[in-house]
């Protein structure tokens, strides 16, 4: 330490009579840029290593408002861990083809955080699980047939979301059965109050007229079709980059966390939320009869295409009074329209060891594995 | 005002900037720029506390000018200062933990003859905020009024001397300052060296990473632990005891190394706290090598104005046991912390007397020189801080307790241990030992003359000369900081005291 002290002295009193030469800007910036492409080459090589920056995972969507980047490697840490890519459609499950093989009966899986199940690895989730018992069980018994369970389950999605993208992407699957797990706020999520219509992400919207026919409002996601055009440099850096990922990562957690940086980005985007969006044509709406239309319209697109739909309603282990009116309807709504209704509320809270289903909000591995439990019967 | 806030990352480069800004022979601005600074610093969480900082200040100048000038009446001129700053402490610091204690040893009295009456009583509790960082500033006037009771020269000039006392990089959570290092910066002309910048950088850095990267993160699985106890096995129950004490370390000693960078940056130097406390191969060496500022207040203040160690024997384990348990309600008014305290006193006192008898002891002696010895100490140390930070970490001594059992029963758990293995930790903390091996590594070879010297050398100069190098690498560390940061922001352990 005494010698790199000395050192240090010597170099910081220049002697006297010694002219200190300034070096040239094209030398400074040649040295810039090198010394950060090398940063950048270590930093992103050092990342990947150890899986930071890898919960980047969006992209644009024009119909949807936000999808799953297609072939995108993920690691996701805020609640339990898994580390695995998306598949090439962009769904959180292995590979799949487009075409049905022939003996095989297909389950496509719609919902949310919840089915997309992020906080365990692939292998671990509720359709891969149901997918594995009942190939194994088709096996022991000797049949031929064979079970494809696909998850489309994308975080934050809503039903009308849900909807439109069976319409859009999971009709072309062909599959014979729908699972829509269905969560507590998708119907709220699926309609726009008028005060948030500036701020809210663009994503499609619904909407019963006064004949009670439901519409879909695109008028947000048309007012920022900005926001949604693919732009091909950041579409570069959401796939490849994993310092991309850190900064939206520190900038999500910065407006979680810190008001003033929140009073910050207000400030700076002011011109963006005070864009002018036309107000709603619409009186308020009640989010469960919307909730209610958008899953008759499922189910109506199921059934015309020869599938058979069922609705898995989350376990309201909390006793949510929005679940538990959404419960009371649905229940009914699937009598009157002949689609199958699946309530988890019982059996997770009549559970030996409830509290090792869940890990903070969303389904641990022996959660998933109790899900499938619980629906494979159902499928039968 | 958090270090490891956004807010702080504008504030400090913005301070930074103005205060270098100011020409040097402007001395006296960039120390009012400093002190407004710090006052804003404060007040940003509470701007009613900013005026009891300023009323402590103003007092405690008084004091010290008195002490000076009514050299016939300094002893009790001192003493009434000295009631004056622990009353403000326990005031605010202590008041509810005396109401509560008064209150349950009456409660317990009254159970016993009014079993009925006693059963409607409630705790008395007074709506008092906790001003951060009280225990440290109250410790810093305390010590000045003492220095001058005991001859050094009172600070004239009051921007000097409320500049000390509220200097933002060590206010909330010290290090302890001696007003005798800092002032005579304040007097000299302060110079911008750019080996003083790049060692603030270096330190900051290095304390965001400890914090954030080792502490916070720690912090989570530590918290999963504390929080379900009846949840955790045998393995978990070490992860979450042994994390504790290493988060408590990072965090504390993240905290002081940003504070040390953030005073260099403004070329002030405020003392080290912290030297390797974990390689510390007994218990009196542990509080050498531990929040050396509070040990040393401690040892000047307290330990010696009592005997210290110059007394009988018994008189001696007195002091030690006094000081430590003092020590201990310092951190915190609750009963643990008092428990916590008395528990390092009598390992001090357990120590010292294993250290006498390992010295009268032939064949203790034979062995002491052995690299096995000094490294049994240092695993022996270590165990009896876990074991300490449960008594800290608890919220209760029923909860210590269930918890220091859980570490000898061989249960199955794996909550804490999944939390653990799937978290960065494994990670960081590889990267963070290969640091700390790197550094002792080239440390020891730039002492020999040899090739690897000779790489260093020419690699540290182009460093030095080279600002865009220097920007890519701080940027470059803050990103891995950033990676591995966790979702939500945890303020500072020491900032509670």
Request: aromatic share 14%; net charge positive; proline share 5%.
């Amino acid at each position: 330490m005494q010698t790199i002290a000395r050192t240090e002295k010597t170099q910081a009193s220049p002697k006297v009579g010694e002219v200190k030469v300034r070096k040239p800007l094209w030398r400074t910036g040649g040295e810039t840029l090198l010394a950060s492409l090398v940063a950048i080459c270590l930093l992103e090589t050092f990342f990947n290593f150890a899986g930071i920056g890898q919960q980047e995972f969006f992209e644009p969507d024009q119909d949807l408002g936000a999808r799953h980047i297609p072939s995108k490697q993920v690691t996701w840490r805020m609640e339990g861990l898994s580390r695995d890519s998306f598949n090439s459609f962009g769904m959180r499950d292995y590979e799949r083809s487009l075409a049905k093989s022939p003996g095989t009966t297909r389950i496509a899986v719609l919902g949310d955080s919840a089915a997309e199940g992020l906080q365990v690895p692939l292998e671990d989730t509720f359709p891969i699980a149901l997918q594995n018992m009942l190939n194994k069980e088709a096996k022991e018994q000797g049949a031929t047939k064979r079970f494809e369970v696909l998850n489309f389950g994308c975080a934050g999605y809503s039903s009308a979301q849900e909807v439109v993208q069976y319409e859009t992407q999971v009709a072309k699957f062909s599959p014979d059965i729908v699972v829509l797990f269905y969560n507590q706020k998708d119907a709220a999520e699926s309609v726009i109050d008028n005060s948030m219509r500036a701020i809210s992400d663009p994503k499609p919207y619904c909407y019963l007229s006064p004949a009670g026919e439901l519409k879909f409002d695109n008028a947000i996601m048309e007012a920022r079709a900005d926001e949604l055009k693919p732009d091909p440099l950041l579409s570069w850096l959401r796939r490849e980059s994993r310092l991309y990922g850190v900064i939206n990562q520190t900038l999500f957690s910065l407006s979680v966390n810190d008001k003033r940086f929140v009073k910050m980005k207000h400030w700076l985007t002011r011109q963006k939320q005070n864009r002018k969006i036309a107000p709603a044509a619409y009186p308020p709406q009640n989010p469960d009869l919307v909730g209610a239309k958008l899953i008759e319209r499922l189910n109506a697109d199921v059934t015309s295409s020869g599938g058979r739909l069922i609705v898995m309603m989350f376990p309201n282990t909390a006793g949510y009074p929005d679940l538990k009116r959404q419960q009371v309807l649905f229940s009914k709504l699937a009598q009157k329209a002949g689609f199958g209704y699946l309530d988890l509320s019982e059996p997770f809270i009549n559970h030996k060891h409830k509290q090792e289903l869940i890990i903070e909000y969303h389904f641990s591995k022996k959660g998933h594995k109790f899900l499938a439990d619980l629906l494979k019967p159902y499928i039968h | 005002m958090l270090f490891n806030s956004f807010t702080y990352m504008l504030f400090l480069p913005a301070v930074v900037l103005i205060y270098w800004a100011i020409p040097g022979r402007y001395r006296g601005s960039r120390a009012t720029l400093l002190l407004v600074a710090s006052y804003i610093f404060y007040m940003n969480w509470k701007p009613a506390y900013g005026l009891l900082i300023f009323a402590l200040t103003v007092i405690n100048y008084a004091l010290g000018l008195a002490l000076e000038k009514f050299a016939a009446r300094k002893k009790q001129i001192l003493i009434a200062g000295l009631i004056f700053n622990l009353s403000c402490l326990c005031f605010f610091k202590y008041a509810n933990f005396i109401l509560g204690s008064i209150f349950s040893g009456v409660h317990g009295l009254s159970a016993l003859f009014m079993p009925d009456q006693a059963d409607n009583w409630t705790s008395p509790a007074l709506k008092i905020i906790l001003p951060l960082g009280i225990s440290f500033f109250t410790f810093e006037f305390i010590h000045y009024i003492v220095d001058v009771y005991r001859g050094s020269a009172a600070v004239r000039n009051f921007r000097d001397f409320a500049l000390f006392a509220a200097f933002f990089p060590s206010q909330i959570a010290g290090p302890i300052k001696r007003f005798q290092d800092f002032t005579h910066q304040l007097v000299e002309k302060p110079v911008f060296s750019s080996a003083n910048f790049r060692e603030g950088m270096f330190l900051i850095l290095q304390g965001l990473f400890k914090k954030i990267v080792l502490g916070d993160n720690m912090g989570y699985v530590v918290n999963t632990g504390f929080n379900h106890i009846s949840r955790m096995g045998f393995v978990d129950t070490w992860i979450a005891v042994a994390g504790f004490t290493f988060q408590i370390f990072f965090d504390f000693s993240g905290y002081t190394d940003i504070g040390r960078g953030s005073a260099l940056l403004l070329g002030y130097k405020v003392p080290e706290n912290f030297n390797w406390p974990f390689l510390a191969a007994n218990l009196t060496e542990f509080w050498r090598r531990w929040h050396i500022s509070l040990s040393t207040w401690l040892r000047d203040y307290l330990f010696i104005p009592l005997g210290g160690s110059r007394v009988s024997p018994a008189r001696a384990r007195f002091n030690t046991m006094l000081t430590m348990v003092l020590g201990g309600l310092w951190h915190g008014a609750a009963w643990h912390y008092v428990i916590w305290g008395a528990f390092h006193g009598a390992g001090l006192v357990l120590s010292k007397e294993w250290t006498d008898l390992a010295a009268r002891t032939p064949f203790l002696s034979r062995l002491r020189p052995h690299p096995v010895w000094h490294w049994s100490g240092v695993a022996f140390t270590m165990l009896f801080l876990f074991m300490a930070g449960i008594l800290f970490r608890a919220n209760t001594i029923p909860q210590a307790l269930t918890i220091a059992h859980k570490l000898i029963i061989l249960d199955s758990g794996g909550d804490v241990t999944t939390m653990f293995l799937n978290s960065t930790l494994p990670v960081s903390l590889t990267l963070y030992l290969l640091y700390l091996a790197a550094r002792s590594w080239l440390d020891k070879a730039a002492r020999q003359e040899s090739l690897l010297n000779c790489a260093y050398s020419a690699a540290r100069n182009y460093f030095e000369g080279s600002l865009p190098t220097q920007v890519v690498v701080y940027a470059s560390v803050a990103f891995i900081i950033l990676g591995f940061a966790p979702l939500h922001v945890s303020p500072f352990i020491y900032f509670q005291f």
